[in-house]
């Protein structure tokens, strides 16, 4: 079939979602190009647009490793696109017949994807469907990013959802912030490719699960599994800085130019350097990301297919997806606040103990007669029993008692209360 009067179409080489891809031949510039042609659909009004969108978004790209787009046109009544032809294959391909990769081709491959990334985000473009699929290989070692048919420009004012409310992407791959229904930034980008260095070096992806809706559920709330523990010889550098690219905080996250820095210049092949304390599992690049309790097993029981297939992601409503990590978000949310407040009651019932204890030494000291009848302490005031935090720092250093023969003082910022009456005493002359 000739295309366009110059490009004829020799055999297919890939079938997505929107398209086909043929291995063709440009007879009007005499060499091999790759066009891909849109397929009907029907049911799908967006589709022609997003394929259009698809051809402008990779045609502002001019990077060594970003597919190159070369023409654009309508043929038949179907749109056809025409790229350059990547001889080699993808890495979901290269995962299927090799297995994991050793660390120096995965550091190969990260810095080159990075290098793209950040060709593509300098021009405002965020791809939000990185995946094995889509990263070729060429045959000498040369990585292409290819597939920018859900690509958005950073100033779209459309959100991260298709127009029927669901989401987008390919969900083993899919940043946290996406899975909330956010909308996707270069931080997502690098999270993606993350996952995807993951799988390259251990042969499995971060997170599994039965169903789509799981797996978010672990994108959001589940620490990966460290990859040294599924990859014997893996650097312990490496391993730090995978971990931090998989950050469940966007701004946790090196930048696509940072990663191409670092796996650029060898860094992956030293030591992990220890932080100091404070700084600790904050979602660092250098540092692996703690995040808390799981909530995949709830997940489960929602319908959705099956997380091990590499097509994109879109089989949940928005609202449904929402609701259903709403709760674990509000609860994450809360633990500061929750953990905080236990603090000031505990400092605070510590303080209001020891002043207890130091109005009781004095009131009940030889000079004021133990054998009385105490008398009862009108309450100063109701703040002591919800203490501030101010207050629960100032009991701490409540002073110990004075002599008798001297007044007590009270504790710091504690209020005053009613003076005790005099009481008259025996004393030997």
Request: hydrophobic share 40%; with cysteine.
């Amino acid at each position: 079939m000739l295309i366009a009067g110059r490009y004829r179409l020799r055999d297919t080489i890939g079938r997505g979602a929107m398209g086909e891809v043929w291995r063709a031949f440009d007879e009007t510039l005499g060499r091999p190009v790759a066009v891909k042609l849109l397929l009907p659909h029907d049911t799908d009004s967006t589709a022609p647009s997003r394929f259009r969108l698809e051809a402008q978004t990779a045609g502002r790209l001019n990077h060594p490793h970003v597919v190159a787009v070369l023409d654009f046109g309508e043929h038949d009544d179907r749109l056809f696109l025409v790229m350059e032809l990547v001889e080699g294959e993808s890495l979901a391909e290269l995962l299927t017949g090799s297995g994991p990769l050793p660390s120096e081709q995965v550091a190969h491959i990260a810095a080159q994807a990075a290098l793209g990334l950040a060709a593509a985000h300098r021009q405002g473009i965020v791809h939000r469907d990185i995946k094995p699929a889509n990263l070729l290989l060429a045959a000498d070692g040369t990585l292409k990013i290819g597939d920018f048919g859900i690509a958005r420009f950073l100033d779209d004012p459309g959100a991260a959802l298709t127009a029927t409310g669901q989401i987008v992407g390919t969900s083993l791959y899919l940043a946290p912030e996406r899975a909330l229904g956010r909308t996707a930034g270069p931080a997502s980008d690098v999270y993606s490719l993350g996952c995807v260095l993951y799988q390259l070096l251990t042969g499995r992806p971060p997170f599994q699960a039965d169903s789509a809706l799981a797996v978010l559920h672990q994108h959001l709330d589940s620490a990966p599994v460290p990859p040294r523990q599924l990859s014997a010889g893996l650097p312990p550098a490496f391993e730090s800085y995978l971990l931090g690219l998989l950050a469940k905080e966007p701004e946790s996250r090196p930048t696509a130019e940072e990663v191409a820095d670092w796996f650029g210049r060898g860094a992956w092949r030293g030591a992990r350097e220890p932080l100091p304390s404070e700084h600790r599992h904050h979602g660092r690049p250098d540092q692996p990301h703690n995040t808390g309790s799981r909530a995949a097993a709830s997940a489960s029981s929602f319908s959705a297919p099956t997380a091990h297939s590499d097509r994109a992601f879109a089989p949940v409503a928005a609202t449904e997806w929402q609701t259903s990590v709403h709760r674990a978000s509000t609860r994450r949310a809360h633990l500061p606040f929750l953990r905080r407040s236990r603090l000031v009651a505990v400092l605070g019932g510590a303080g209001v103990f020891t002043l207890a204890v130091v109005v009781g030494l004095v009131w009940f000291s030889p000079d004021n007669g133990s054998a009385q009848e105490p008398q009862t302490i009108p309450s100063t005031s109701t703040s002591s029993a919800t203490p501030s935090p101010s207050a629960s720092y100032a009991t701490d250093s409540a002073l110990p008692p004075q002599p008798a023969e001297q007044k007590p003082e009270s504790a710091p910022d504690a209020e005053p209360g009613p003076k005790k009456a005099h009481r008259p005493g025996k004393h030997k002359h």
